[in-house]
């Protein structure tokens, strides 16, 4: 047992370096003309997503993004906005993960995702600048710190590292079908995105863990929450997800504007969340009527405190913070 | 009762493919938008293969029907060797094979761990080190401590270890079982 004090002060230095970043993000942001806003902790409805699982507060939910509000602020007019706060997902507890952690999200109305692409590349090395002292672990082995970053497609990675040929709209039994001729052992999975995610973990993320970040481009439908349809190809979105030193990072949509297209993917993943016997949260009524008046935009997702893993080359997450959620 | 992932622990013994492993390692994994898995590292009890797989989070594991029990080694038979439960004192006859390397160094009324699977004996494992008198040895060249240079010596069971020049037949030597080396004489003819 490590006496609290040795520890904490052991941290200071990570500490130093997460305050200096933070506050080198704000004017960044400041000077691309964003308004921060602090949008609510507790809310009624919390993402929908069937893997996210929200923490209840009273008759609320702590929130696991603060994409919904944001949204309903960006449908007002707000064309560039950025929220840097808490989020809390229950049973999330690893190396690279916190129940509680700080996401920094932003969206830009009127921008392509590659804007938001070369944002993340911006915010990146202006955190191994601002953390003051050169870069550590396995990403920095092959790779100075500077963009641009690699850019790959989900399709690409899976037939380069995994031998299938996705589509991206096939039936899960097709892609169970595929998984299996490429040697995977899928257990029970019988959903698409489980079947997907197999294969993921066990023949292409292992390839991320060194060089330099990689953006991975083009999301099969099936996984494509809040994001709009590809507008060249209709089996995939305009999602990016951004890798870096085997942490993944950032995840980016441009987003979905369609409220009864939003509606009936909402729809299909609270029933996905009743078929796996968890607890299914109410729609945002709200949030539906704000992405009818809501302009192109883009927008991202990053976990501040993996940002800061990243830069300082520290491998647990709670090494970042002053307080891990079994240290409270 | 079947396990699930969240029963995952660091030995841990359950079934996979038809073979009993145990869980060396475990980290959860959680891709952004996927199901939770726990990426184990385990080790196949019958060969030794050690392996990773991705489990997803409510996949079922089957337990595994293995027990360690400590028994002692009692005599060898034509091609067996007979243990003895060190609690129950119920004898059990497992083949040479089984025993594999560690017969070279099991001295009689040594405490060894039996794993069982499906009751069957599967595997032999000694202890780190034993303490051996050492049977037979040339004697070693009066006033030579050099390290380098080493010698025969043969133990109880008929093994031969590597000794320095200065030991002598009636020493007690101790014995890493794992490498079959010497590490020190711990007392003296």
Known sequence: MIDEADRLRARRPALEARARVLSSIRRWFEGEGFLEVDTPARVRAPGQEVHLDALASEDRWLVTSPEYAMKRLCGAGYERIVSIGKCWRAEERGPHHESEFTMIEWYRAGAPLEKIAADCEELVGLAVQAAGRAPEGPAFASWSGAPPFRRATVRELLAAHAGIDLRGDEPASELADKARAAGIALGSATAWDDIFFQVWLDRVEPHFAAGTPLFVFDWPSPLGALARPHPQDPSLVERFELYAGGLELANAFGELTDPEEQRARFTRESEARRARGKTTYPLDEALLAALARMPPTAGVALGFDRLMMLVLGISAIRDVMPFASDEI | ?189
């Open chain 2, 1 to 189: 009762m079947p396990y699930d992932t969240s029963d995952i622990r660091k030995g841990l013994k359950f079934m996979m493919d038809g073979a009993p492993y145990t869980v060396i390692e475990f980290q959860f994994v959680k891709p952004g938008k996927g199901a939770a898995f726990t990426r184990t590292r385990m080790k196949n009890l019958l060969t030794g293969a050690v392996l990773e797989r991705n489990l997803r989070s409510g996949e079922r594991l089957e337990e595994a029907n293995v027990e360690v029990k400590t028994m002692q080694y009692l005599y060898r038979d034509a091609d067996s060797f007979v243990f003895m439960d060190t609690t129950t004192y119920d004898q059990v006859s497992i083949p040479e094979s089984t025993v594999g390397d560690s017969k070279a160094f099991m001295p009689e009324n040594i405490n060894v761990e039996i794993l069982f699977f499906d009751n069957r004996a599967v595997d032999v494992t000694l202890p780190n080190f034993i303490e051996q008198k050492v049977m037979e040895t040339e004697p070693g060249f009066r006033g030579d401590t050099s390290t380098n240079t080493t010698k025969p010596a043969k133990i109880s069971t008929g093994a031969s270890v590597q000794v320095p020049l200065f030991i002598v037949a009636g020493d007690v030597i101790k014995i890493d079982t794992r490498t079959g080396q010497y590490l020190e004489r711990v007392g003296r003819a």
